[in-house]
């Protein structure tokens, strides 16, 4: 089938530029990415992937990663697997 189908969109430099850097590294040209995902989005019939707005809990959860409040380290993996009782 002819592709004749013009795609146009507006989005950030960095995210094109840092998009297509990890295209390349797969082998394909944005066009085959946009094609790839396209094509996945008629076979799953929605989206593939999970698009969630996260609930207090987890918003809460991120936030503490981020600013790495409470989060506890260790200097060998042996120290992690006693902590843990394993």
Known sequence: MPK??????RIDPELKRDAEE???????TATQAITLFYK???????L?????????VTV?????ARTRQGLESFN???DLFEDLGI
Request: zero cysteines.
């Open 4 to 9: 004749t189908a013009v795609i146009s969109a």
């Open 76 to 78: 060998t993996l042996d």
């Open 48 to 56: 593939p992937f999970a698009v969630r707005v996260p609930n207090d």
């Open 22 to 28: 990890v295209f390349r590294e797969l082998g394909l």
């Open 40 to 46: 996945q989005v008629e076979l799953e019939r929605g």
């Open 60 to 64: 809460e959860a991120l936030e503490q």
